[in-house]
Structures are given as C-alpha cells and as structure tokens.
C-alpha cells in the first residue's frame, strides 16, 4: 500500500491492479506486458496477447479522480482489439465509460465484469502491433540479464 492510498482508501496501488489484470489475462491465455509504447507515443498501461493474435489493452485507473483526468484512452482504441478499464472493488463502476471493458482486479487476479467491445484490428497494424509486441518483451528480457 502506498502512503496515498493509505492517507485516502479510496485510491488504489496502480502496479497491484495491473499485476491483477495481468493474471487475470494470463488465466484467459493471453501474455501481458505493462507499460507498452504505441505506435501514437502513447503507453498502454497493460497490452496483452492473446492465443490467436487478439491485443487487448487495460488501461489502470487508481481512483475516480485518475479516471476523470484521463482524456488520451480513447487514442488506445484503434491499438487493440478489446480495450478495458481495470478499477479496484471500491472504484464507482457507474464512471466507467459503456464504450469500454471493465475488469475489477486486485493484486492476486482480477474478473470481467464487462466484455469490451469489439475492435477489430485491420491486419496490417496487427503484424505491426505484434511485432512491435515481441520486440518490447525480449528486449526487456534481455535487460534483465544485464
């Protein structure tokens, strides 16, 4: 817990959430990474890769306040197939937005409370999605050797 969600219950650790979204995605076989770069320069909280080449993307919201500042995830949309909000249990679910996933979570797993619309990806920006995909996770692999 940090010192903010200590001082105010009602904020949540990010990293536990994402790490929920996380092995919620990996129990759903998909592989995530956290903070992924889009080809628009924005960072995807949690991209993940599903079995048949599916991108989902998790956007972690902490608290309403979190939620009301964020005006880039709609830039996500045309990133992924399925795109959610991942909130805690004490997250007011009504400020969720309907055109978007919603998947409650905390450190240990997470559900989906909401499936995601669909969003097709057109093929070209998958392979590109994909690769670039890839590429991020052996390059962090690899940094882990170091």
């Known amino acids: 817990m940090t010192?903010?969600?200590?001082?105010n219950p009602a904020i949540?650790?990010?990293?536990?959430?994402?790490?929920?979204?996380?092995?919620?995605?990996y129990d759903r076989g998909y592989t995530a990474i956290a903070e992924f770069k889009l080809p628009c320069g924005r960072r995807a909280d949690l991209a993940a890769l599903g079995p048949r080449g599916e991108i989902a993307i998790a956007e972690i919201k902490s608290g309403a306040a979190d939620l009301r500042a964020d005006g880039k995830w709609p830039d996500y949309l045309g990133?992924?197939?399925?795109?959610?909000?991942a909130v805690?249990?004490?997250?007011?679910r009504e400020l969720i937005p309907e055109t978007a996933g919603l998947i409650v979570a905390d450190a240990f797993g997470g559900a989906i409370l909401r499936d995601s619309p669909a969003l097709p990806l057109a093929p070209a920006r998958r392979k590109a999605l994909t690769l670039r995909f890839a590429r991020c996770a052996a390059e962090r692999l690899l940094r882990g050797w170091e």
């Not at 949540?12 to 995605?25: P, Q, T």
């Not at 805690?88 to 007011?92: D, M, Q, T």
């Open 88 to 92: 805690s249990e004490r997250f007011p």
């Open 12 to 25: 949540d650790d990010a990293r536990l959430l994402a790490r929920g979204a996380a092995r919620l995605f």
């Open 3 to 7: 010192l903010a969600s200590a001082a």
């Open 79 to 85: 990133y992924c197939d399925a795109f959610y909000f």
